[in-house]
Nanobody
Framework: QVQLVESGGGLVQAGGSLRLSCAASGGTFRNKAMAWFRQAPGKEREFVAA????????NYLPSVKGRFTISRDNPKNTVYLQMNSLKPEDTAPYYC?????????????????????WGQGTQVTVSS
């Protein structure tokens, strides 16, 4: 069983930065695609960023591309989301997700349904 624990959320002013971390335990980390999703109140869950098991492939939500960077450290079983130039519309709880790489037929990791494990979430609040 894989457990995911997020950290690094908080309150920041618009234009500021935060770095989210997600520590995984259980399973073989390098065999898993990792992703970040968010779900603001009253809105549907939204894909933010994903990274393949090797780290060679990354996907981003268009509105965060160029501002957010996803990365992973396989020896540390940790995935990161560096968020720069934050905007109020980025406000939401952010969830880390893990899915077996073999479940993704193409190097596109945006489908929430293919992720088997989810963290409890970390709140990001951006004030204007």
């Amino acid at each position: 069983q894989v457990q995911l624990v997020e950290s690094g959320g908080g309150l920041v002013q618009a234009g500021g930065s935060l770095r989210l971390s997600c520590a995984a335990s259980g399973g073989t980390f390098r065999n898993k695609a990792m992703a970040w999703f968010r779900q603001a109140p009253g809105k549907e869950r939204e894909f933010v960023a994903a990274i393949s098991g090797s780290g060679a492939v990354v996907n981003y939500l268009p509105s965060v591309k160029g501002r957010f960077t996803i990365s992973r450290d396989n020896p540390k079983n940790t995935v990161y989301l560096q968020m720069n130039s934050l905007k109020p519309e980025d406000t939401a709880p952010y969830y880390c997700a893990a899915g077996e790489s073999g479940r993704f037929l193409l190097p596109v990791y945006t489908d929430a349904g293919r992720y088997d494990y989810w963290g409890q979430g970390t709140q990001v609040t951006v004030s204007s």
